[in-house]
């Protein structure tokens, strides 16, 4: 079966930085465009950021961009979201997620990391 399994979620303060990552089996990893969710407590789950399957194309919601940056190493099946400047705002699980290319549906979730930045 397909699993995405993030890792590298943390408690930080305002100012630090994570880089999360996502290792993906049971799929074909080149196939896949990659991508980031969040959710905050309370809060509906928001998309955060996209790769595609070569990693010339990226995209960030306005309120990482700048902050966040997502890559991918296909040799390894891993997707990694690199984190500074962290913000309180940006506690909440963290979702890998995978999407088939060609389509723009978000095929496979991993289970979540919790990120929780205080102030």
């Known amino acids: 079966q397909v699993q995405l399994v993030e890792s590298g979620g943390g408690l930080g303060q305002t100012g630090d930085s994570l880089r999360l990552s996502c290792v993906a089996s049971g799929l074909t990893f080149s196939l896949y465009t990659m991508g980031w969710f969040r959710q905050a407590p309370g809060k509906e789950r928001e998309f955060v950021t996209r790769i595609t399957w070569s990693g010339s194309s990226t995209d960030y919601i306005d309120s990482v961009k700048g902050r966040f940056t997502i890559s991918r190493d296909n040799a390894k099946n891993t997707v990694y979201l690199q984190m500074n400047s962290l913000k309180p705002e940006d506690t909440a699980v963290y979702f890998c997620?995978?999407?088939?290319?060609?389509?723009?549906?978000?095929?496979?979730w991993g289970q979540g990391t919790q990120v929780t930045v205080s102030s």
């Open positions: 997620v995978a999407g088939l290319r060609g389509t723009t549906r978000w095929n496979y």
